[in-house]
């Protein structure tokens, strides 16, 4: 996988072309935390106890069925009978080691926070795995779906076994025309009972997002993946791509996290005076697709947990009078200081990125601040964050916004408030401490929220697996299903 060249020529017969959004780095499978373009072949070629269909509802992987206790805190999972692809038996006990193993590699990462509720991971029999927990997670089966919870081919290949049907459920992939070939196969999705002949093969290729759309306009590829709002104008550029643009009904935090709390982002009446300034109804504007809605708060509403006591900031404030507030701030940290203020922004170049550049670059102006881009890889003074909500609860939010994720500008009281509200039993008061530990990350202004993330797909025709879903990626096993 690594040594693929974006962009492949030809692809096997019959096979359907997806082009990715990403680049060959995207297809390693060796990466703890995966990037957002390599999700779906992760979770293709690996298992787990649950994965998604197409319309991202949680659907049996490894585990054929489960049950959940009366109090919550108790999941059993039931094991299909099979094996590996290599021959080993899959059993409880690999499965939860296995499992233990990837849940341990996210405890320093944003996942690991979510999962904090889990106190044990256990085989109970040859074909039976329990999972514990300190409270109830009601997300629980949504998280065991990620693809960083998927695993790797587990269990001792014995020459007995060797040559057994595949019933992990994860797809093999190999290098085909500088691409990845996910053979069809009988079973889509791992289903033995799936009839032979329903599935065909998937032709995947990592490319640029300019290039996936040039191909897809062709007719080299027959389905592209991955669209943000940095590739946005791309899709919707011509009559022929906007006829075929599908856009996900996804949530999540797209804004401006604080990389470097120094200098006059040191203090976070400072930061927030960036955030008053921003005319997010400007910037919606500029991306020009309806529906798309700017925020001024960290947790989408709705979101189970929210209580609603929080609002969207600065609501009875007009733009003027928040940018004259602003413009003080500056003025007063310019004369202290002595030097002009320029804010430094690590951010992608794509023409969506470009247009939200502009508005910020215009907003920081009018309030005495210049604005310049470095690249994503460099760092800057900030770093805009464009990420999809895993799970619909006020946690995933708060979690994404921890010191674990956005250090230096955070709050370690709001930290400690979610966690303390993730081990909490009454939904009442778990509602309350995350009400208040929301008003906390909020008051460190350490990330300046602009509106919700937009995520979008091309397809040549609509079918069992070309479906917009809640979570932004798409998993490939339903796209290997043949239609009709």
Same mark, same amino acid.
């Given at each position: 996988?690594? &040594?693929?060249?974006? =962009?492949?020529?030809?692809?096997?017969? /019959? *096979?359907?072309?997806?082009?990715?959004?990403?680049?060959?780095?995207?297809?390693?499978?060796?990466? @703890?935390?995966?990037?957002? !373009?390599?999700?779906?072949?992760?979770?293709?070629? %690996?298992?787990?106890?649950?994965?998604?269909?197409?319309?991202?509802?949680? @659907?049996? =992987?490894?585990?054929?069925?489960?049950?959940?206790?009366?109090?919550?805190?108790?999941?059993?999972?039931?094991?299909?009978? /099979?094996?590996?692809? =290599?021959?080993?038996?899959?059993?409880?006990?690999?499965?939860?080691?296995?499992?233990?193993?990837?849940?341990?590699?996210?405890?320093?990462?944003?996942?690991g926070r979510d999962l904090l509720p889990v106190t044990a991971v256990r085989a109970m029999a040859e074909r039976v795995v329990e999972i514990d927990l300190a409270a109830p997670q009601p997300d629980l089966l949504t998280l065991l779906a990620q693809p960083e919870l998927t695993l790797p081919e587990t269990g001792r290949v014995s020459s007995s076994n060797a040559g057994r049907a595949r019933t992990a459920g994860a797809m093999t992939a190999r290098a085909f025309n500088d691409g990845l070939l996910l053979p069809a196969r009988k079973g889509a999705g791992g289903d033995p009972g799936t009839p032979a002949g329903a599935t065909r093969a998937l032709h995947i290729e990592f490319d640029r997002a300019e290039r996936a759309v040039e191909r897809f306009n062709g007719g080299a590829v027959d389905v592209v993946l991955g669209g943000t709002i940095d590739s946005l104008p791309l899709a919707t550029g011509s009559r022929l791509t906007r006829g075929n643009l599908l856009l996900d009904p996804v949530t999540g935090l797209y804004g401006l996290a604080v990389e470097r709390a120094d200098g006059f982002l040191a203090e976070p009446p400072n930061r927030e005076a960036l955030a008053l300034a921003i005319d997010r109804?400007?910037?919606?504007?500029?991306?020009?697709?309806?529906?798309?809605?700017? +925020?001024? %708060?960290?947790?989408?509403? #709705?979101?189970?947990?929210?209580?609603?006591?929080? #609002?969207?900031?600065?609501? =009875?404030?007009?733009?003027?009078?928040?940018?004259?507030? &602003?413009?003080?701030?500056?003025?007063?940290?310019?004369?202290?200081?002595?030097?002009?203020?320029?804010?430094?922004?690590?951010? +992608?170049?794509?023409?969506?990125?470009?247009?939200?550049?502009?508005?910020?670059?215009?907003?920081?102006?009018?309030?005495? *601040? !210049?604005?310049?881009?470095?690249?994503?890889?460099?760092? #800057?003074?900030?770093?805009?964050?464009?990420? @999809?909500? %895993?799970?619909?609860?006020? +946690?995933?939010?708060?979690?994404?916004?921890s010191c674990s994720a956005i250090r230096p500008a955070c709050n370690a009281v709001g930290d400690a408030l979610v966690e303390q509200a993730m081990r909490e039993a009454d939904p009442l008061r778990r509602s309350q401490l995350l009400t208040r530990a929301e008003a906390e990350i909020t008051a460190a202004n350490g990330f300046i929220p602009l509106a919700r993330p937009i995520r979008w797909l091309m397809a040549r025709s609509l079918g069992a697996g070309i479906t917009p879903n809640p979570w932004g990626w798409h998993p490939l096993p339903p796209l290997a299903q043949t239609p009709g």
């Open positions: 996988m690594l &040594a693929l060249l974006p =962009g492949a020529c030809n692809r096997e017969q /019959g *096979a359907l072309g997806v082009a990715l959004i990403g680049t060959a780095a995207d297809a390693r499978d060796d990466q @703890v935390n995966p990037s957002e !373009a390599g999700l779906p072949l992760r979770a293709a070629t %690996r298992a787990g106890l649950v994965g998604f269909d197409a319309e991202g509802r949680v @659907v049996p =992987g490894l585990a054929e069925r489960w049950i959940v206790t009366a109090d919550g805190t108790s999941y059993i999972f039931r094991l299909r009978e /099979g094996y590996w692809g =290599g021959g080993g038996r899959i059993t409880a006990q690999a499965v939860a080691q296995s499992l233990k193993r990837a849940i341990a590699a996210q405890s320093d990462l944003p996942l109804d400007a910037l919606v504007a500029r991306i020009g697709i309806d529906g798309w809605q700017p +925020t001024t %708060r960290l947790v989408a509403p #709705g979101m189970d947990g929210d209580e609603g006591a929080v #609002g969207e900031r600065w609501s =009875g404030i007009g733009m003027a009078q928040r940018r004259a507030q &602003a413009a003080q701030r500056v003025a007063h940290w310019r004369k202290l200081s002595g030097k002009p203020l320029t804010i430094t922004i690590a951010m +992608t170049d794509g023409p969506g990125s470009r247009l939200v550049l502009a508005q910020l670059q215009a907003d920081f102006a009018a309030i005495g *601040a !210049a604005l310049q881009r470095v690249p994503e890889s460099g760092h #800057g003074d900030l770093r805009l964050v464009d990420r @999809v909500a %895993r799970y619909p609860r006020a +946690t995933w939010f708060l979690n994404q916004l």
